[in-house]
Structures are given as C-alpha cells and as structure tokens.
C-alpha cells in the first residue's frame, strides 16, 4: 500500500524513559504533520514540516518533545522523560503541500501508553 | 480555548434519523474539511468546502461552508449503522494558514 505508515502501533513504556515515534509519508508528500489525540477526541496540533525544516514549533506541548524529518521522507517524534500525561494517540499525516486547502492524508496512528 | 467547537459532542439516534453537526468559530477560514475516524484508524477525508455559502453532497451527507467562511454544518438524511463513527471538522485560517486546526469532535452512534 502506498498511504502513510506509522510505528510502532502500539508503545508501552514507564514513566521517565525515551521513546521514538516513526512516520513514513506518502512518496512525494513534501509537508508532513503531527497531531496527538486524547481518548477519542479532537486533535491537538504538535508540529509541521516543509520538506525537512519545521517553521512552527509551537505546538509541542514541551521541550520533552522533538521532531525530525530527513530526506524530505521519514519523521521521527521524540519524546523524553516520559510523563503519564503523554500517553495519547500520535497521528501523522501528510499531504502534497503545504496548506492551500490540501487535504491531509493520515496513518494509523501509535498509541502510546506512560505506566 | 478550541478555535473550532462542534456540537453535538455526542449523539446517538435511531437508524432512519436525521441529524446535523455544527463546526462554529469565531475566525474566518480560506477553507473547511470534515473528516471521518473509526476507531484505531486515522481520520480519512470526506470534503472539503472553499467558498463560502458552498453546499456539497455526497450521497447522503450534506455539507455547507457559511457565507461568511465562519462556520460548517454536516447533515445526514436517514442515518444508517455504516454512518457510526467520529465526525471531525477541520479548518485553514486565513491567517496562518499552513497548519490544519481541528475540531474535538462529534462521536455519532447510530442504532439499528
């Protein structure tokens, strides 16, 4: 399939450790987003990226969290220091472009779960 | 503060219903999507709506962009058990408008 592939899918990690979040976007997608999602509810923008620089790091809820995309492809979502409040549902998406109404085109998530 | 608030947040109604989902703000946006989430899936489009005052069907459902770009609505005409899920919607500000900011969400249940 050619939509976009998250991993893992599932995380279970205690509290205080590291953990890395993979995205790998659709083949020629240049903009790249990540959104957490809380027990079903909306998303919570985190980050976007251009190609492989993010303008707009606003949306990370902390310096625990970093993000980064090479090659204009794979992103990774880092996570340090983990707290039980991160746990959440990560979803990436890309899509063609940046913004001009492109629709988003989303993984299937990784659930992530802080004991 | 959520730059866009629907309502319902939840709703369940009998098969055969009708219902309509809100997307209010108080912001103008260049445009507006509605997404559909099962669950441990992602949100998968099902429009988008770009000038305002526009109307969309897709089967069905019916969407409108307010004339003034402010606000969307979903209708669903005679809901069936298939229609269950998370309806999202989700804007492009006119400022800013490179990030995608979305609803919470309307988790509709429709019972047979």
């Known amino acids: 399939g050619a939509g976009v592939s998250q991993s893992p899918s599932n995380k279970v990690t205690e509290k205080g450790k590291d953990v890395e979040l993979r995205c790998d976007p659709i083949?020629?997608?240049?903009?790249l987003y990540w959104y957490r999602q809380s027990l079903g509810q909306g998303l919570e923008f985190l980050i976007y990226f251009q190609g492989n620089s993010a303008p707009d790091k606003s949306g990370l809820p902390s310096d625990r969290f970093s993000a980064e995309r090479t090659g204009g492809s794979v992103s990774t979502l880092t996570i340090q220091r983990t707290q039980q409040e991160d746990s959440a549902v990560y979803l990436c998406?890309?899509?063609?472009?940046?913004?001009?109404?492109?629709?988003?085109?989303f993984g299937n998530g990784t659930r992530l779960t802080v004991t | 503060t959520q730059l866009l608030e629907q309502s319902p947040q939840f709703l369940s109604i009998q098969e055969g219903e009708n219902l309509t989902v809100y997307c209010n703000s108080s912001?103008?946006?260049?445009?507006l999507q509605w997404y559909r989430q099962e669950p441990g899936e992602g949100p998968v489009l099902l429009v988008t709506v770009v000038t305002g005052g526009e109307v969309k069907k897709l089967k069905r459902l019916t969407f409108q962009f307010g004339d003034a770009r402010k606000d969307s609505s979903l209708h669903i005409t005679a809901a069936q058990p298939g229609d269950t899920g998370l309806y999202l919607c989700?804007?492009?500000?006119?400022?800013?408008?490179?990030?995608?900011?979305f609803g919470q969400g309307t988790r509709l249940t429709i019972n047979p």
């Open positions: 989700a804007g492009y500000l006119i400022q800013g408008a490179q990030k995608l900011v």
């Open positions: 998406a890309s899509s063609p472009q940046l913004g001009g109404n492109s629709p988003l085109h």
């Open positions: 083949s020629g997608h240049t903009a």
């Open positions: 912001s103008v946006f260049s445009s």
